[in-house]
């Protein structure tokens, strides 16, 4: 088989030049001077130069650059003639010497050589073997050189200096005069955008979404920097620990392009933008929404218990399960996830009415959880921890200020011991380094040694306490399962589940957090979810050593039991779901809802089941009037709402002719 005849030109050429950093222009591989080579290498052999392509700061071990991939389209197109690319080095063309030979060999298959200036060899094997040596050496100077900038750079970072050119979100670069007169980089707070990040922790913490806490921000024009929040963006900043002062310089290799272990980053102290305890508390919920760490769909479950319930017997947690009774009712039940997954002999079990177990809690967590003696009991408590908390703290602080004072005076003699010439460089650098790291690791901890509040004096008044239970009441047992399961999930650590009785263990700290809300201010924290949790976070930043107080309340299930059955004739259940969906749509032209899936998530519903419901208004108005006055004991079974989902498709004659017999019995 003949081979197909070169169409390269040996005469004709591509000039490449890089340089990795800009202070390389201003050495001898300067760019002008690179190419000024390249050219004068050309007019001595009579080459002509088809194209010259230039790269600007970037590293020579990526082969995904710009020019460096137009150069090589350019060689590859249909009908090229190029026989050479001419660089000043071999470095200059690749410095990593696997990707080099790959390349190299591309081009070499097609008849296009790489020719280096300074290192002009044969093109025979001899001449290829001498090639690889070089690239392996360009390989070796290259990883060399970037052990001693990561090294110079993280002793820079470790001076609390910042080596990015782009800050975490929050923060701005601030220029100042470095120890030798040099300009470094300061990492500031940017009252904005800190602003924006205590923001989304609020709502985060308050039972958002990610994605819904970005659409909220950027509704409000509150951008990250112009860019859209999304999803990615706000949990990227929830799990960056620059907000709690703590910034990491080389977290990522970004040679193998994978995160380097923990015990290898580089800590920067930088001021903080939220407390620790919002902070942690933020990882708490994240870790409890995560559905590859979390068993079940605790974040978005419609149970109002769902995550605080635990069997008694085992310790596991609870899971709904469901029976279907003779007529084709659904009955919900609470029972030991243990029991329903591997059987009695495992845990005995205990399975508890949805209804039931809810009412008993809300009831008893309204009424006696937090009673009038057990708040003044919890409010002397606080005092007495705060007091022996305080007196800590101040102590610790008072230590710490006395070290920081001492650094910085034996900072100051060795400044004047270098200025008049009495220390040597070696070792006056040597010791400034470990001085000004044993300062910023003082700092750091003053920073977080934070003195504590006081407890307000109105929490004392008998007003404050009868309003928190008020509070309680309408939260509780205002029927609202969207209010009532934030102030759960902030109120309550775990719900242990017996046979015959539940007990509640509450938070003792979180109930004290609510009550120094000002009355004034009682509508503003109610009018969103995040309101109330956000307030709790306020309160543990300022103060709070955690303290759990329990309740136990024994049920007796047969009366409750009973105490369902023997309920009053009820409205039946389609004129209920009838009413509910004018009630909602009411909501929705009046902007108090945003669409239904925002009423999904609020009642704990599919959008699906939402929108069915919201189709029974496309029924005529006469057979919704029907409807509306249906007698209290109607059976369920008469007119059910999947029976009149078919209709909703006909025109309203049609409707009518169908249900004619609907009018009779209203």
């Known amino acids: 088989m003949k081979r197909r005849p070169s169409t390269r030109n040996a005469n004709e050429v591509f000039a490449r030049a890089r340089v990795s950093t800009t202070e390389q222009a201003e050495r001898d591989l300067s760019l002008p001077a690179q190419l000024e080579a390249i050219r004068r290498y050309a007019r001595e052999r009579e080459l002509t130069i088809a194209g010259e392509y230039v790269e600007r700061g970037v590293t020579g071990t990526d082969d995904n650059r710009p020019q460096f991939q137009r150069m090589l389209g350019a060689i590859m197109k249909p009908g090229s003639t190029v026989g050479a690319v001419v660089v000043i080095h071999t ?168 995160e380097r272990p923990r015990e290898d980053w580089v800590p920067m102290a930088v001021p903080r933008l939220v407390d620790d305890e919002l902070f942690e508390l933020a990882q708490r919920v994240r870790a409890q929404r995560d559905p590859g760490k979390v068993v079940g769909r605790l974040s978005s479950s419609p149970l109002l218990l769902a995550g605080l319930l635990r069997c008694a017997q085992c310790g596991d947690s609870c899971q709904l399960e469901t029976a279907t009774g003779k007529r084709g009712t659904t009955y919900r039940y609470y029972n030991c996830r243990t029991f329903s997954r591997s059987g009695r002999s495992a845990c005995p079990g205990h399975r508890i009415s949805v209804d039931v177990l809810d009412r008993a809690v809300l009831t008893h967590a309204a009424e006696q959880l937090f009673t009038a003696e057990r708040r003044r009991e919890i409010l002397r408590d606080f005092v007495e921890a705060q007091g022996v908390l305080r007196q800590k703290t101040t102590e610790q602080r008072r230590v710490l200020e006395r070290e920081r004072d001492e ?95 539940i007990t509640i263990e509450a938070r003792a700290d979180a109930a004290v957090a609510l009550m120094a809300i000002p009355g004034g201010a009682i509508a503003q924290h109610e009018s969103t979810d995040a309101g ?13 050593p955690r303290m759990n107080v329990r309740s136990a309340v024994a049920i007796d299930l047969p009366q409750e ?106």
Request: glycine share 8%; aromatic share 6%; charged share 30%.
């Open 91 to 258: 470095s200059r063309f690749m410095r990593d010497a696997l990707k080099a030979r790959l390349h190299k060999e591309s081009l070499r298959r097609i008849g296009v050589r790489v020719v280096a200036v300074q290192q002009e060899l044969s093109d025979d094997p001899t001449g290829r073997f001498t090639e690889g040596v070089m690239e392996l050496i360009d390989h070796l100077e290259s990883e060399t050189n970037g052990v001693r900038v990561r090294a110079a750079m993280g002793e820079n970072a470790r001076r609390g200096f910042f080596n990015g050119s782009r800050p975490p979100f929050g923060f701005r670069i601030d220029k100042r005069p470095g120890p030798r007169g040099e300009s470094k980089n300061h990492l500031v707070v940017d009252a904005a955008e800190a602003e924006t990040v205590r923001e989304l922790f609020r709502l985060y913490v308050g039972g958002r979404g990610a994605k819904s806490v970005g659409a909220d921000l950027n509704q409000r024009g509150l951008l990250q920097r112009r860019t859209l929040w999304h999803r990615d963006l706000v949990l990227k900043v929830i799990a960056d620990e620059a907000a709690v002062g703590r910034y990491f310089w080389g977290r990522r290799d970004s040679r193998r392009k994978v």
């Open 407 to 501: 650094i910085q005076r034996r900072l100051e003699r060795w400044y004047e011991l270098i200025e008049s010439g009495r220390a040597g460089e070696a070792d006056a650098v040597q010791r400034l380094r470990e001085l000004h790291a044993k300062l910023g690791e003082v700092e750091g901890l003053l920073e977080k040694v934070k003195p504590l509040h006081a407890l307000p004096p109105y929490l004392y008044r008998p007003e404050t306490i009868e309003r928190f239970q008020e509070r309680l009441r309408s939260a509780f047992l205002s029927g609202d399962s969207g209010v009532a399961r934030v102030y759960l999930r902030q109120l309550i650590d775990r719900i242990v589940v017996g046979p015959d009785t």
């Open 561 to 666: 039991r009973k105490g369902c059955d023997s309920k009053p004739l009820s409205t039946p259940l389609v004129s209920r779901l009838l009413a509910k969906a004018e009630q909602w749509q009411s909501e929705i032209d009046r902007g108090e809802v945003r669409n239904r899936a925002q009423l999904a998530r609020r009642e704990g519903l599919s959008q699906v089941y939402v929108g069915h419901l919201l189709g029974l208004l496309r029924l005529h108005p006469r057979i919704r009037a029907a409807i509306a006055a249906l007698p209290p004991g109607t059976p369920p079974r008469l007119l059910t709402e999947r029976r009149l989902r078919p209709l909703l498709k006909l025109p309203w004659e049609a409707q009518l002719a169908q249900l004619r017999w609907l009018s009779r019995v209203a």
């Open 532 to 544: 109330v949790l956000a307030h709790v976070v306020d309160w543990h930043a300022n103060w709070v």
